[in-house]
């Protein structure tokens, strides 16, 4: 009869580390006023990246579904990435999969930057595609902005290569930063010290030198 209230008391009131990095996932934000600029919901909704207005609220929800999925599985995944970033092996040197970590982050940039100018030449080309169909049909536009808003939806070319640019650019930019977040949030719960992770780099870099 007791089984109960002790299984009861057992069972954790509130997700205490996904609150936690939460917290300090914040708090990381609010380092960098550019951090803010990442996120698809206010970016699309202001307009600041030049968008179809026919795409604009299915890409807000679907690429602030995706990086919060992203967020939810890169912290799924914390205890391998802090295996691989902190822990040392006695069998094998760790510098090779610490450097591809290291080095992730740099990579999902410049794919993010990659993708930023894609986007762009592609929406050019969409755009120019799009006022040709237009003039075919007796209509001219006198701007670019014109046609981002009037365009409908199934006559937008390219539509579907936009939409995955579009997605990729703003992933691999929050990947980039979430991975530099849960580093320090990782070392922060480990209780590392600047000092003794530079400590343990230049003893690695001594010996295998």
């Not at 999925?69 to 040197?93: D, E, M, N, Q, V």
């Not at 090779?96 to 290291?102: T, V």
Request: glycine share 2%; charged share 20%.
């Amino acid at each position: 009869m007791r089984a109960e209230p002790l299984i009861a008391e057992n069972l954790p009131s509130e997700p205490a580390r996904v609150k936690a990095f939460a917290q300090f996932f914040k708090r990381y934000m609010s380092v960098s006023s550019v951090v803010a600029s990442a996120l698809p919901i206010p970016i699309t909704s202001f307009q600041l990246i030049p968008t179809y207005k026919a795409e604009r609220t299915f890409l807000s929800v679907y690429t602030s579904l995706f990086c919060f999925l992203l967020l939810a599985f890169i912290f799924y995944s914390r205890h391998g990435i802090a295996k691989w970033t902190f822990a040392r092996s006695a069998h094998r040197p760790a510098w090779k999969p610490r450097r591809a970590i290291a080095l992730l982050p740099l990579a999902l940039i410049l794919l993010a930057l990659t993708a930023t100018f894609a986007y762009h030449l592609m929406l050019q080309e969409s755009i120019a595609d799009a006022e040709t169909e237009w003039a075919q049909r007796g209509v001219a536009f006198d701007s670019s902005a014109q046609v981002l808003d009037k365009t409908d939806y199934t006559d937008i070319p390219h539509a579907l290569v936009l939409f995955s640019i579009y997605l990729v650019m703003f992933l691999s930019a929050s990947a980039a930063f979430i991975l530099m977040a849960l580093r320090e949030y990782l070392q922060d719960v480990l209780r590392l010290r600047d000092e003794d992770i530079l400590e343990k780099q230049f003893a690695a870099a001594h010996s295998s030198g």
